[in-house]
């Protein structure tokens, strides 16, 4: 078995023209990619939506009608949109921090009805893990073994202890995105009771007083009482019994109305 398949590492290569698709295909690839500088090539993107296989569509040096168009026309020929993901990329090497412009995929995800990646050139890891932040589902790096070799796309490529800490961070991040729904999570819930107030008494009660600031307060008491947000509700109540101060006040302690 190739070293690549025991890494169970998918093999992609990129056709720039209808000769090189042909020769990509009979190499039993599962995805094609089209990159950047052919995205108004009409007849490769045609003939790379025939194939109904899934599609990465690079962007650099487009506009937002640049990929309208391209996307149409794919899905004239593969109307299964899901099979479609845009990267959003700059086509410099290494692309300057001030033209990256994440907030695009922000523009993609509400335009584009397709799956949404990043395709990164700048230096460093930050970037494409801040992606994964923003939504993108696929990242595209450039790897080398060093980037003293020669080359335009040495500079702006990842190292191998680099690529190494970036899929890390990424999957960190993916794990850390977690719900959309807020609400007490597994980890912290055994620090609610420690971490909030609930009202005690603060200084001794005798039955027959009327509960106010100056008998009751907010403290934390290391478990579960009577939440400060029914205050409202307690205030001007008849205290039903004698308390002692830094008792924890409970529904006993007041008549009912």
């Known amino acids: 078995m190739h070293p690549i398949a025991k890494k169970k590492i998918g093999y992609l290569s990129t056709a720039f023209d209808l000769p090189s698709l042909d020769e990509v295909l009979k190499l039993g690839v599962n995805c094609l990619k089209i990159p950047s500088g052919e995205i108004t090539h009409f007849q490769l993107l045609k003939a790379v939506a ?31 949109i899901e099979k479609v993901t845009l990267l959003h990329c700059n086509t410099e090497y290494p692309t300057p921090m001030c033209d990256v412009n994440l907030n ?8 584009f009805d397709v799956n949404i990646g990043y395709s990164d050139h700048t230096q460093g890891i930050e970037v494409p893990i801040a992606a994964v932040a923003l939504g993108a589902q696929v990242i595209e790096k450039h790897f080398t073994i060093s980037r003293d ?41 055994k620090n609610l009771h420690i971490a909030r107030k609930y009202l005690v008494v603060c200084e001794n009660i005798r039955a027959g007083d009327v509960l106010s600031s100056k008998n009751i307060m907010a403290k934390r ?4 009482g009577i939440s400060p947000m029914q205050w409202p509700n307690i205030e001007g109540q008849t205290a039903s019994r004698d308390r002692t101060k830094d008792d924890i006040l409970t529904e006993d302690d007041w008549m009912p109305l």
């Open 50 to 80: 025939a194939t109904g296989l899934p599609i990465i569509l690079s962007t650099g040096m487009s506009t937002e009608e640049d990929i309208a168009l391209a996307l149409s026309t794919i899905h004239q020929y593969q109307p299964v």
């Open 104 to 111: 695009v995929l922000h523009s993609f995800s509400e335009r």
């Open 221 to 224: 008491i290391g478990q579960a």
């Open 149 to 189: 070799m020669e080359g335009p796309d040495h500079k702006a490529s990842l190292e191998p202890q680099e690529l190494t800490a970036m899929v890390s961070a990424i999957r960190n991040i993916e794990a850390a995105l977690g719900s959309s729904v807020k609400q007490v999570t597994n980890s912290e819930a």
